[in-house]
């Protein structure tokens, strides 16, 4: 099995989009089944690759979110829509607040830079 996890890794680290993970819940799992048992054979060694592939997939999620924070498609058009595949629930709910929060901020940002825009006071 560790082989697998290798592998998933290597996959994680090599792509710029989101592979398919272990588990729906494969960190929650892992974090029950490791604590849980101490017949698990080289327990150490699969927590740590378990943490890597966490830690790449949390990387990759902040870039997407920043990117798409930073969109520009040219003309003024703004980004209405994302897709991010095969992310888990845990992982969706690690950035819910950060992300609806920066979504607020920047709908206001823009907001205001449009008023700013139109108004003769600002030219």
Known sequence: KQWYQRRVRGEELEGQL????????????????????????????VRTL????WDVRAAKLRKSINKMMNHDSGGGKLLTHVEISNITILELNTIRGFFTASLDHLHNLRNHAEICLNDPRYN
């Open 18 to 45: 989101f592979s398919k993970p272990l588990h729906p819940h494969f960190l929650e799992l892992s974090t029950i089944i490791l604590g849980i048992s101490n017949e698990v054979k080289d327990a150490d060694e």
């Open 50 to 53: 378990i943490k890597d592939i």
